[in-house]
Structures are given as structure tokens and as C-alpha cells.
């Protein structure tokens, strides 16, 4: 069996996280898993106020945590994916959750946060990404319309929250939504708290994507 964690931050690209993507890997290696989905903020304060002029050179910058930590978990045997936790604006408001992304998908991609949440949606469907919606009943956030979603976070470990998964789990299942569960790795005492336990390796998105419509995986809570 294999576990992956789907929801972890690096301090390399996210302002709000504080371990570096390596030091990050060697304890989640140490605590048995498989692989993480590194899913770093993407919000309009990191390209607006970045140091670089071009969008490939912003681009490049905010792919620094992920690619440190599939240097590191390259080493260790350790499956990294590309994902990004996505919101259209700076403050405290509803993210949400991309998986299948590329790199090359985020050079071409210069006008995500103009999409709306709607064309969000649409963009997802026609590149087949899976868009959730990360801790959508935690106190600053609201459910979106689940027409649009494929799924949602039903297991956010992050302790210094109430996501109250309890609740949007019991929506979720009303619903049919796919569900997924994640640490929201910040720092030290994060790790281990989320994930999922599969019997299929992930190496690839087209893996990870895979597992996730197949359902053939249990929900990890630390």
C-alpha cells in the first residue's frame, strides 16, 4: 500500500510555510510515505509582486519548492507531483485544490485569476485537471456551487484550523463528490496529518488523476 499526502506547502514559494521543500521530504519520508502533491499558494500577490518582469520568469519562481522537493524525494524514492492551491485574490477567502497541472500549463496560463470561478471550472474540465475545493466550510470560506466542482477536501489536518470536516464530509457523500483528504503541511508538527492510502503507486499526474475518478484509494487522518 502506498500513502500520499495531497495538500503540502513549501517555504521556498509559500509566504505562510515555513520548511524547506528538502527538510520537508526527509520527514515525510521518516513518517511513511509514499509521495506528496506539493500545493503551494498561486495567488496574484506572488506574481504582482515578484522580482522578475516575464511571466516564464515568474512562473520559474513559484515552481522553486516544487522542484526542490522532487529533487529531494528523486533521492529518496519518494513520488513529488505538481499541483497548486489556487485563490483569485490575497486575502482571506475560498482556495482551491488543482490536480493534473504542468508546468507547461502554467506558462501559457497568464489570465487564471481572470477566469472566474466558473471559467476556472471549464479550464479544469478541458485539461483534465480535477478541481476541488480545499476546506470549504472553515470559518473564512464558503461552499461553491458543487455543479462546478469535482470534489472536495473532507479531511484538512492543519490543527490550527476547524475545517469542520466532519460536516462537509456528510455533504460530499450526499452529493457524489470525489473526496480527498491532506495535512496542509505548513511546519514542523503538520506532517502526518492527511492523505490517502492506495494500493496503486502514483508516479505520474496521469496516475494520480487516475486514482482519484477510479475512488480505489481510503482516506487518511492522521
Request: hydrophobic residues 35%; proline residues 2%; negative net charge.
Amino acid at each position: 500500500m502506498y500513502k500520499y499526502d495531497l495538500h503540502v506547502h513549501t517555504k521556498e514559494t509559500s509566504p505562510c510555510a515555513h520548511v524547506a521543500a528538502a527538510d520537508m521530504i526527509a520527514v515525510y519520508r521518516d513518517n511513511g510515505y509514499s509521495g506528496v502533491v506539493i500545493t503551494d499558494h498561486y495567488r496574484p500577490v506572488f506574481f504582482n509582486t515578484s522580482e522578475f518582469t516575464t511571466w516564464e520568469e515568474k512562473v520559474e519562481d513559484f515552481l522553486r519548492g516544487y522542484r526542490n522537493a522532487k529533487y529531494q524525494g528523486d533521492k529518496y524514492g519518494m513520488d513529488v507531483l505538481l499541483g497548486i492551491e489556487f485563490a483569485f485574490n490575497n486575502t482571506k477567502t475560498n482556495d482551491f485544490l488543482i490536480y493534473g497541472i504542468t508546468e507547461e500549463m502554467l506558462m501559457k496560463s497568464t489570465d487564471l485569476f481572470n477566469l472566474g470561478f466558473e471559467g476556472l471550472s471549464k479550464f479544469c474540465k478541458e485539461n483534465n485537471l480535477l478541481f476541488f475545493q480545499a476546506h470549504p466550510l472553515r470559518g473564512y470560506c464558503n461552499l461553491e456551487d458543487i455543479a462546478f466542482l469535482d470534489g472536495v477536501e473532507v479531511h484538512n489536518g492543519n490543527p490550527r484550523h476547524d475545517s469542520h470536516n466532519d460536516e462537509i464530509e456528510v455533504i460530499a457523500s450526499e452529493n457524489d463528490l470525489y473526496m480527498i483528504s491532506g495535512s496542509d503541511f505548513h511546519e514542523y508538527g503538520d506532517e502526518n496529518n492527511g492523505g490517502i492510502i492506495t494500493s496503486n503507486r502514483i508516479k505520474t499526474n496521469e496516475d494520480l488523476i487516475e486514482v482519484l475518478k477510479s475512488k480505489d484509494y481510503t482516506l487518511f487522518r492522521g
